[in-house]
């Protein structure tokens, strides 16, 4: 059974500092890893989705990393501004699993002014 | 193009009774998937739909259940309501292909006393 753990379950920073979200999952058979932002009482934004083939991805200040042997997966958040306070998710879609997500817990980031 | 949408927003309902929510999906997805986000479980996979059929299921009892008409649109039903059945409930829709983004309503908070 595919088990998703996020670290640190919650970060405070300081405006422009450049961050590391970690993302970790324990079974490999994944076609890929989609990471969501989710502000207090609403829906999933989706950030990035990275493909099980695929090292990298990239948006803007956002670049998602994937090492699928590890079943880790980071999201690198560049500058970060109070705008960006918010949870991160990770989650991963298993082969053989449908549309399925499996989320991990979250990270909640507050970025201070 | 229009996101997801859910209906209604917000509910409040008593123990024992039932509910029906709605969620209409990106124009020509045909995946459709609903999970429950609790402060102490997370996001939980309830079921996915796919062309009006029921393609996946979470480990949920059978008081929640789900259908999909042919224009994609889905309902999840909640029968015998409980008060541990109070949540976010976020519906995903998903285009066609292995790997291409899911893409979330802005939910439905049910709270039941």
């Known amino acids: 059974k595919q088990e998703v753990t996020q670290i640190p379950a919650a970060l405070s920073v300081p405006e422009g500092e450049n961050l590391v979200l970690n993302c970790s999952f324990t079974?490999?058979?994944?076609?890929?890893l989609q990471w969501f932002r989710q502000d207090p009482g609403k829906g999933l934004t989706s950030l990035l989705l990275?493909?099980?083939?695929?090292r990298e991805q990239t948006s803007g200040r956002l670049n998602a990393s994937l090492d699928k042997s590890s079943g880790r997966s980071t999201l690198y958040i560049a500058a970060s501004q109070p705008g960006d306070s918010a949870t991160y998710l990770c989650?991963?879609?298993?082969?053989?699993?449908?549309?399925?997500?499996?989320f991990g817990g979250g990270t909640r980031l507050m970025v201070k002014p | 193009k229009a996101g997801v949408t859910q209906t209604p927003r917000y509910l409040i309902k008593t123990r024992g009774q039932q509910v029906t929510l709605s969620c209409s999906p990106i124009?020509?997805?045909?995946?459709v998937s609903w999970y429950q986000q609790t402060p102490g479980q997370g996001l939980q996979f309830l079921f996915e739909?796919?062309?009006?059929?029921?393609?996946n299921k979470g480990n949920f009892p059978g008081r929640f259940s789900g259908r999909q008409f042919s224009n994609s649109r889905s309902e999840m039903n909640v029968s015998t309501l409980e008060l541990g059945d109070s949540a976010l409930y976020l519906c995903?829709?998903?285009?066609?292909?292995?790997?291409?983004?899911?893409?979330f309503g802005q939910g439905t908070r049910l709270t039941v006393v």
């Open positions: 990275i493909q099980s083939s695929q």
């Open positions: 989650a991963v879609r298993n082969n053989n699993a449908g549309n399925m997500l499996t």
């Open positions: 079974d490999s058979a994944i076609y890929n």
């Open positions: 739909y796919f062309s009006e059929t029921q393609r």
């Open positions: 995903a829709s998903k285009g066609q292909g292995m790997n291409t983004e899911a893409f």
């Open positions: 124009s020509g997805h045909r995946s």
